[in-house]
Nanobody, 127 residues
């Protein structure tokens, strides 16, 4: 069974940084994707960044390009989302998710693509 657990959320002022962590267990294959999603107040859950575990290739939503970086450690059990130059609109609950099997393109950032989810961690950006 694939399990995910997020940590590292908190409150920060605009322009600040946070690093989220996601501990993943039970992934049966490196032919898998891990992604970060977020859900702001009154908004739908949206994809932020994804990484293909096998090759480390990444994909980002336009809203976070050049500010956020998804990465993994060399055990493929810890995944990170480094968030820089945070804005109030980045506020929300952040979730990591995993799927087994390679997919291409924009599907990597779709909620329906992922079958395994963590419980989320809150990020608040406010002055």
């Amino acid at each position: 069974e694939v399990k995910l657990m997020e940590s590292g959320g908190g409150s920060v002022q605009p322009g600040g940084s946070l690093r989220l962590s996601c501990e993943v267990s039970g992934l049966p294959s490196v032919s898998s994707h891990v992604a970060w999603f977020r859900q702001g107040p009154g908004k739908e859950r949206e994809g932020v960044a994804a990484i293909y575990v096998g090759q480390g290739t990444t994909l980002y939503a336009d809203a976070v390009k050049a500010r956020f970086t998804i990465s993994r450690d060399n055990t493929n059990k810890m995944f990170y989302l480094q968030m820089n130059n945070l804005k109030p609109e980045d506020t929300g609950s952040y979730y990591c998710a995993a799927r087994v099997g390679w997919i291409n393109g924009a599907a990597q950032l779709r909620v329906s693509t992922y079958g395994f989810w963590g419980q989320g961690t809150q990020v608040t950006v406010s002055s």
